[in-house]
């Protein structure tokens, strides 16, 4: 998941920002374990989570160096706010709540990332799990997943990081088993 062009979507600085955890820095690649501690470890510091300024009407996010080179996000997510169905453009990653619940709907299944615009998924491939304050999960290279706040009540902040950095997202419609690829966003689309 990464920050959309989701007219809700709002950056909560006026451009990428800097921040990054003390923690040592990583001289290679940074595995799907790496990525996760680094969320975890950011998402446990309180000051950081406490400088993400929140908004009532949309996601607010601060763009983080993560390790060996990864980007990492905090984002702040209002009730009833999520991603739609995407994927990462081929990196790997994490994410790691820091308060509220995070709900994830993902495919147990790899799909092909090119020439098509429709397919239908079969049975049992549909996985979903909530992601806690203080809880987390890495991921692969082909994840394909939604996640959002359910709660009517109250914001979910969670640090995402991603190796390499996300050169794409492939955003997704869903209608029972078929998935359609909707549009593709560039790095500049979000940042």
């Given at each position: 998941m990464s920050p959309s062009t989701n007219p809700s979507a709002r950056p909560s600085t006026p451009g990428p920002t800097s921040l990054a955890p003390p923690g040592p820095p990583s001289a290679s690649v940074p595995t799907e374990a790496d990525l996760l501690d680094f969320a975890r470890r950011t998402a446990a510091d309180s000051s950081l989570v406490a400088s993400l300024p929140l908004d009532p009407e949309g996601r607010t996010w601060i763009r983080l160096d993560g390790p060996g080179g990864s980007e990492a996000w905090l984002i702040g997510w209002p009730p009833g706010t999520?991603?739609?169905?995407?994927?990462?453009?081929?990196?790997?990653?994490?994410?790691?709540?820091?308060?509220?619940?995070?709900?994830?709907?993902?495919?147990?299944?790899?799909?092909?990332?090119?020439?098509?615009?429709?397919?239908?998924?079969?049975?049992?491939?549909?996985?979903?799990?909530?992601?806690?304050?203080?809880?987390?999960?890495?991921?692969?290279?082909?994840?394909?997943?939604e996640v959002r706040n359910e709660s009517t009540i109250e914001h979910t902040i969670s640090v995402h990081a991603y190796y390499p950095p996300l050169p794409l997202i492939r955003r997704y419609s869903r209608t029972g088993a078929v998935l359609r690829l909707e549009h593709v966003e560039r790095p500049e689309d979000w940042q």
């Amino acid at each position: 998941m990464s920050p959309s062009t989701n007219p809700s979507a709002r950056p909560s600085t006026p451009g990428p920002t800097s921040l990054a955890p003390p923690g040592p820095p990583s001289a290679s690649v940074p595995t799907e374990a790496d990525l996760l501690d680094f969320a975890r470890r950011t998402a446990a510091d309180s000051s950081l989570v406490a400088s993400l300024p929140l908004d009532p009407e949309g996601r607010t996010w601060i763009r983080l160096d993560g390790p060996g080179g990864s980007e990492a996000w905090l984002i702040g997510w209002p009730p009833g706010t999520g991603t739609g169905w995407h994927d990462h453009g081929g990196s790997h990653g994490a994410f790691a709540t820091a308060s509220g619940t995070l709900k994830e709907d993902s495919l147990a299944a790899r799909l092909p990332t090119e020439g098509w615009k429709t397919l239908e998924l079969a049975e049992d491939v549909d996985r979903s799990r909530s992601v806690e304050a203080g809880k987390g999960r890495a991921f692969g290279p082909h994840h394909v997943h939604e996640v959002r706040n359910e709660s009517t009540i109250e914001h979910t902040i969670s640090v995402h990081a991603y190796y390499p950095p996300l050169p794409l997202i492939r955003r997704y419609s869903r209608t029972g088993a078929v998935l359609r690829l909707e549009h593709v966003e560039r790095p500049e689309d979000w940042q």
